[in-house]
């Protein structure tokens, strides 16, 4: 759960403002470069998760990746593809992709802000939440393809296997 101080609900203008709030707060590592965009490291159960803002003022919208720390090679991308549709069926919000240029599977999602004066801090917070508890909930299935070998169903047969009570 992501650390806040809620008392301000809505800041009037660049929503990178609040994510920079936020990230304070959690005292993660970040690289603010400007007024547009900024980088985010977050610790996660099976990786440091690399987070990347970009707001545009113009279409007033913010869009938002959350990247693994793995890479998918040419020939692994057929299988990669695959995963990728079985797990989008899945999400609710946002989707994974993989970029091409740099073979990294990445959660994606993007809001607009059109006529709001602004988002509130809950918005930035549930963005950031519901990347980082999906990319927790596929990592495996992920790794299973890329690391394992794994065929895309094999490998979400396997990730998507609920555990009951604690060891």
Request: aromatic share 12%; glycine share 6%; proline share 5%.
């Amino acid at each position: 759960m992501i650390e806040t101080d809620t008392s301000e609900d809505i800041l009037d203008g660049n929503p990178l403002d609040i994510v920079e709030k936020i990230v304070e707060i959690n005292e993660w590592i970040f690289d603010r470069r400007n007024d547009q965009e900024m980088a985010v490291q977050v610790p996660g159960t099976w990786c440091d998760y690399s987070l990347y803002f970009a707001w545009n003022e113009e279409m007033e919208a913010i869009h938002f990746t959350c990247a693994f720390d793995m890479r998918v090679t040419k020939e692994q991308r057929p299988q990669a593809y695959e995963l990728l549709a079985l797990v989008n069926d899945r999400m609710w919000l946002g989707h994974f992709t993989v970029w091409s240029d740099e073979g990294l599977p990445m959660y994606r999602h993007a809001i607009p802000f059109r006529g709001a004066k602004g988002p509130a801090i809950e918005q930035m917070e549930d963005l950031v939440e519901t990347a980082v508890s999906e990319c927790e909930r596929f990592y495996p299935a992920f790794q299973y393809v890329i690391w394992g070998g794994k065929t895309a169903p094999e490998a979400i047969k396997a990730a998507m296997i609920d555990t009951i009570g604690e060891a």
